[in-house]
């Protein structure tokens, strides 16, 4: 069976990458994390085809040990220091994700995968110059330390492609949310409010605009890239090209979860909250070959998953709502 390995594999999109491979049982898996942001009950058991390894992609001993010792025919480069705040408070760890770029690529040069699949963000595009964001036609604005990062990410797939012929897909995600997302994120955060009756914080006047895909049309997108031979040594936005403002969502998520929650605005971040995003996705729907989840049917898949459902009473335990 080919051998896939999935960095970031205790992530919200590694381990529902993890799933969606192991469902479909063509492939043996080693899923690899360092547990930075990763939860280790989001990472299935091991089993005959699924192996989860604890190691840091920007430890080159470490990776090396991973990847030598299996001999991979697909890598998913997911592993990231994410989330803006985090980023913004501690810039030099995103930074140190260029050496993980290094080790991985020269790895999988080294030891002949087929092809490299990279997880890049909409915020290369930074404050959008145009709308909707188109893969090769709108200009890179990124200025803050993750997106610039992602963007030196792509050059770096560019630069092995022409100079060694790795082939590689990057995919630009778009806000993906789904049950297995943590609180530092605003679908789950909104929703964990609303299911306590605790206010809904807006930063700003609520009229930034966000997309959102729901984390299984993201999952099934990338795969087929893989099993379809879909966009080799390209770039596909993976989202969705719904709009919504943050103050809708707030209105959307109070009403489907039938809250009595309340919406708080308060001052505006001082960076890194864009005003719009949109991509276009044309690239995705072919990739997908199918409808996406409406926002309120990917709100209701939550409330109806048994795990987000014991995160959301943690979380409120923990911030002694409960
Ligand atoms: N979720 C989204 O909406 C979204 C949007 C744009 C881009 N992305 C990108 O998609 C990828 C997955 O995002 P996510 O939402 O699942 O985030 P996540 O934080 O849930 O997952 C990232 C995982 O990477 C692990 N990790 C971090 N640094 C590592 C390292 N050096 N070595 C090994 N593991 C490491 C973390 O422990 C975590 O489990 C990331 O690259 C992220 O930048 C996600």
Sequence with gaps: MPR????GAAGQLGSALVNGLLARGEWDVVGVDNLLSGRKELVPANSNNYQFIQANCNNPLE????????RFD????YAAVVGVQ??????ISVLEDIRGFENILALCKNTRVSRVFFSSSSEVYGEPVEIPQREHQTPLNSRLPYAVVKNVGECYLRSFHQTYGL????????????????YDFVVPRFMINAIHGQDLTIY??????RTFCYVDDNVDACLNCMTQDLFVNDTLNVGSEKMF????????????????SKIQYVSALEEGDMK???????????????????????IQRMLNDERFMKYASETAKRRGWT
């Design 276 to 298: 719009r995003r949109q991509p276009e996705s044309s690239k995705m729907q072919q990739a997908l070959g199918r409808d996406l989840l409406p926002l309120q049917g990917g």
């Design 74 to 77: 697909y890598v998913f480069h």
């Design 245 to 260: 403002t943050i103050a809708q969502l707030a209105e959307i998520v109070i009403a489907e979860v039938n809250s009595t």
């Design 204 to 209: 700003g006047d609520g009229s930034q605009s």
């Design 4 to 7: 896939i390995m999935v960095t």
């Design 167 to 182: 082939e590689y897909t990057v995919f630009r995600f778009f806000n993906t949310y789904g049950p297995n997302q943590s």
């Design 86 to 91: 985090r980023t913004l408070d501690d810039p």
């Design 63 to 70: 990776i090396s040990q991973v990847m030598l010792g299996h």
